[in-house]
């Protein structure tokens, strides 16, 4: 089947520390996006790449890192520098970037303490 | 930039109609609309490219004013799985490349029977 996967599923780590969150695509699409969902904000847009080995930063790009060595892969590194990690990480991805529907993971809780 | 929706939240009754407005401050390439039950992945319903352009599938429609750079959908008949928090999903018109697929804070939907 394909889709698209996110993994852990929840996520706990202590303050000061990186953590990376996996996101893994079989849909053969080239472009993928980082969402961070908190309560009443919505999807904020953290980075995305239209195109494997290129990506560009969102709304809230401070304080995250991404590479995209792979089509199938995009992680999300939240860096120390992130001032408010806890929240719920979804990626998603879609054929290309433009006018096309977004298929998403089932998200990543991160719980910084 | 994040697209604003109107209302944040709205409760129905089975079977009354609602509708759910986006607006943005830039010209638009396209609007998506997502669905989003508590603790899942957010579903798309519907894409609108063109300006003026109206789609829909079973009682669930949206519009969209290019000019006005504004969407709405259209709950007609609402049902008891409609409920959720709706999405709407904005691309602008970019110089030479994409900004990314950026939502708005969504919508909540109660509907009781």
């Known amino acids: 089947d394909g889709g698209i996967t996110q993994s852990p599923k929840y996520l706990f780590r202590k303050e000061g520390q990186n953590v990376t969150l996996s996101c893994e695509q079989n849909?053969?699409?080239?472009?993928m996006y980082w969402y961070r969902q908190d309560p009443g904000q919505g999807l904020r847009l953290i980075y995305y790449?239209?195109?494997?080995?290129?990506?560009q930063k969102g709304d809230i790009a401070e304080g995250y890192s991404v590479s995209r060595e792979k089509k199938e892969s995009f992680p999300l590194t939240v860096t120390s520098a992130q001032k408010n990690p806890t929240a719920f990480y979804l990626c998603?991805?879609?054929?290309?970037?433009?006018?096309?529907?977004?298929?998403f993971g089932q998200g990543t809780r991160l719980t910084v303490v | 930039q994040q697209p604003v929706q109107s209302p944040q939240a709205v409760i129905l009754r089975e079977g009354e109609d609602a509708v759910i407005n986006c607006s943005s401050s830039?010209?638009?390439?396209?609007v998506h609309w997502y669905r989003q039950k508590h603790g899942e992945a957010p579903v798309f319903l519907m894409i609108?490219?063109?300006?003026?352009e109206q789609k829909g599938h079973d009682k669930i429609s949206a519009s969209f004013n290019e000019k006005k750079q504004q969407s709405s959908l259209y709950l007609t008949a609402s049902q008891l799985s409609y409920s959720g928090t709706y999405f709407c999903?904005?691309?602008?018109?970019?110089?030479?490349?994409?900004?990314?697929?950026?939502f708005g804070k969504g919508t909540h939907l109660i509907i009781q029977p």
């Open positions: 998603a991805s879609s054929i290309k970037v433009r006018g096309n529907e977004a298929f």
């Open positions: 849909l053969n699409h080239d472009a």
């Open positions: 790449s239209q195109i494997v080995n290129d990506f």
């Open positions: 830039k010209a638009l390439y396209s």
């Open positions: 609108l490219l063109k300006g003026g």
């Open positions: 999903g904005t691309e602008v018109f970019a110089g030479g490349g994409a900004d990314g697929l950026t």
